[in-house]
């Protein structure tokens, strides 16, 4: 039987931001994940063939300008990991995110919920990102590759850019 929620559980649910996640949430929550899977197994897959020194640092335009032990390679997934875990728990209290806008009891939920997606698709921008410098430093290490190319850093911060971008441009229009 499913209960129906009164004034004071919405309203309890509104002021610590609580809402159901959405589709697209879980969605994207998923890409984040498979994404950091894929940095971890990319290196563990290719460990064994690894030489003793592999790019740690790419300059400007994706070529390596510094090497290290090929333990430095477990460095971008463990971090990948870190920042998907903050990003999780700081996307779950959005109630405490500091809005451009003044939050009120009618916004609220529809700001909660753009804050969310922002901080859902962020994740999983980052971490994609560094799910392929991972796949890029074996690469490289192996001799398959130069380095990230030239378009990866305008690539990177363009989207990242556009989406918040994107979200801080909704949240005014969500004002109202």
């Not at 806008?101 to 529809?110: F, Q």
């Not at 430093?137 to 850093?153: E, K, N, P, S, T």
Request: glycine fraction near 8%; hydrophobic fraction near 50%; include cysteine.
């Amino acid at each position: 039987m499913m209960k129906t929620l009164d004034a004071s559980d919405a309203q309890a649910r509104l002021a610590t931001g609580w809402l159901p996640q959405s589709k697209l949430e879980w969605v994207i929550e998923g890409i984040s994940i498979v994404a950091l899977g894929f940095g971890f197994l990319t290196v563990l897959q290719a460990w064994p063939d690894l030489p003793a020194r592999v790019p740690r640092h790419f300059d400007f335009v994706g070529k390596p300008d510094a090497w290290g032990s090929k333990t430095n390679l477990a460095v971008l997934p463990s971090v990948g990991v870190l920042l998907y875990l903050m990003l999780t728990v700081v996307g779950r209290i959005p109630h405490s995110h500091n809005f451009p806008v003044t939050v009120t009891p009618k916004n609220a939920p529809r700001l909660y919920r753009l804050s969310r997606m922002m901080v859902a698709w962020l994740k999983a921008q980052i971490s994609c990102t560094l799910a392929y410098i991972a796949w890029a430093q074996v690469q490289v290490a192996l001799g398959r590759a130069q380095g990230l190319g030239w378009a990866f850093l305008p690539v990177t911060l363009f989207t990242i850019g556009a989406t918040v971008f994107l979200y801080w441009r909704q949240f005014y229009r969500e004002q109202g």
